[in-house]
Nanobody, 121 residues
Framework: QVQLVESGGGLVQAGGSLRLSCAASGSIVSINVMGWYRQAPGKQRELVAGIWSGGSPNYADSVKGRFTISRDSAKNTVYLQMNSLKPEDTAVYYC???????????????WGQGTQVTVSS
């Protein structure tokens, strides 16, 4: 069984910062890509940032220059440092991992439970 557990969400004023963490645990063989998605009320879930096992990150245009994704492969943990937050960043943020577990012969998608980020103006 694989679990992704997020932490670090909360309420912050515009211009402030938050750091999200997501730790993957369980019967993991290997993790390919880890990333963060978000979903605002009434909107579709969208990719915020992703990082591959080789360390190459990619970002949504809306967060480039403000958010930084990083990864600690030894801990199966991914982080999202969010600076210069804007009210439009308000959403539930979900951690995602594409990984190989001991119970499967294929790469599967796993999701965290989500953490609320609210940015007040």
């Amino acid at each position: 069984q694989v679990q992704l557990v997020e932490s670090g969400g909360g309420l912050v004023q515009a211009g402030g910062s938050l750091r999200l963490s997501c730790a993957a645990s369980g019967s993991i063989v290997s993790i390919n890509v880890m990333g963060w998605y978000r979903q605002a009320p009434g909107k579709q879930r969208e990719l915020v940032a992703g990082i591959w096992s080789g360390g190459s990150p990619n970002y949504a245009d809306s967060v480039k220059g403000r958010f930084t994704i990083s990864r600690d492969s030894a801990k199966n943990t991914v982080y999202l440092q969010m600076n210069s937050l804007k009210p439009e960043d308000t959403a539930v943020y979900y951690c995602n991992a594409v990984l190989l577990s001991r119970r499967s012969s294929r790469w599967d998608d796993y999701w965290g439970q989500g953490t609320q980020v609210t940015v007040s103006s």
